[in-house]
T-cell receptor, first 114, second 110 residues
Framework: EAGVAQSPRYKIIEKRQSVAFWCNPI?????LYWYQQILGQGPKLLIQ????????DSQLPKDRFSAERLKGVDSTLKIQPAKLEDSAVYLC????????????FGPGTRLTVL | KNEVEQSPQNLTAQEGEFITINCSYS?????LHWLQQHPGGGIVSLFM???GKKKHGRLIATINIQEKHSSLHITASHPRDSAVYIC????????????FGKGTHLIIQP
C-alpha cells in the first residue's frame, strides 16, 4: 500500500512570494489533514478535510493560507503572500476509516522563507 | 483546548538503558498517539491508545485515562532509537485533528 505522498520535499522562497504544496493521501482515506511544524515544536493542525468538505480550519491563518480538496482525493495548501514566520515543515496526513482513524503521515515539505 | 506536556524535553542515555518518556494532557481524549520523527524524516505512528497498554517489540506504551497520563518505554535501547518522540492526543467528535506535544529528543549513545 503506497503511503501519503507530498511534493515538493523542499522549497525556498522570498517573503511576499506565493507557494503551493501538494498532498496525495492513501487510497480510500476520506480524511486528510495539513499540519505546520515549526522547528523545535510539535506539529499544529492547520486544516482537516472530510472528503472535499472542511471539518476544522480554526487554526488556519485565512488571510494568507488557503487549502482545497476539490475532488475529495488530493489536496493543495497555498500561502500567499509568505512571511518569514511561515518557515516550517508542512505535513500532510490521512486517516483510515473506522472508529479510531489512525493517522498516517507524509514525508513533509520543508519551506524556507528568506 | 487540550494542553499536551512531555517530559523530558531532551534525554541522552547509553545503549542498553531502559528509557521512559512521559506525556500528560489536560482534557479528556478519545485516543493518544505516540509518534517517532527522525531528523529530516516524516512522522511514523508507533502506537495509538485509548486504554491500557500496548507492546511492539522493544516499545511499550501505557495510558492512564483517569490521571490523563501516558508513558512510552523503550527496553534495551539502541542508537537507532535516537529520534524525536512525540505524544499527540485526539479529542472526540468529528474534528479529530491531533494536538501535539513538543516532543522528546532522545539520543542513545553506543
Amino acid at each position: 500500500e503506497a503511503g501519503v505522498a507530498q511534493s515538493p520535499r523542499y522549497k525556498i522562497i522570498e517573503k511576499r512570494q506565493s507557494v503551493a504544496f501538494w498532498c496525495n493521501p492513501i487510497s480510500g482515506h476520506a480524511t486528510l489533514y495539513w499540519y505546520q511544524q515549526i522547528l523545535g515544536q510539535g506539529p499544529k493542525l492547520l486544516i482537516q478535510f472530510q472528503n472535499n468538505g472542511v471539518v476544522d480550519d480554526s487554526q488556519l491563518p485565512k488571510d494568507r493560507f488557503s487549502a482545497e480538496r476539490l475532488k475529495g482525493v488530493d489536496s493543495t495548501l497555498k500561502i500567499q503572500p509568505a512571511k518569514l514566520e511561515d518557515s516550517a515543515v508542512y505535513l500532510c496526513a490521512s486517516s483510515s476509516p473506522g472508529a479510531f482513524r489512525e493517522q498516517f503521515f507524509g514525508p513533509g515539505t520543508r519551506l524556507t522563507v528568506l | 483546548k487540550n494542553e499536551v506536556e512531555q517530559s523530558p524535553q531532551n534525554l541522552t542515555a547509553q545503549e542498553g538503558e531502559f528509557i521512559t518518556i512521559n506525556c500528560s494532557y489536560s482534557v479528556g481524549i478519545s485516543a493518544l498517539h505516540w509518534l517517532q520523527q527522525h531528523p529530516g524524516g516524516g512522522i511514523v505512528s508507533l502506537f495509538m491508545l485509548s486504554s491500557g497498554k500496548k507492546k511492539h517489540g522493544r516499545l511499550i506504551a501505557t495510558i492512564n485515562i483517569q490521571e490523563k497520563h501516558s508513558s512510552l518505554h523503550i527496553t534495551a535501547s539502541h542508537p537507532r532509537d535516537s529520534a524525536v518522540y512525540i505524544c499527540a492526543v485526539k479529542a472526540g467528535g468529528g474534528a479529530d485533528g491531533l494536538t501535539f506535544g513538543k516532543g522528546t529528543h532522545l539520543i542513545i549513545q553506543p
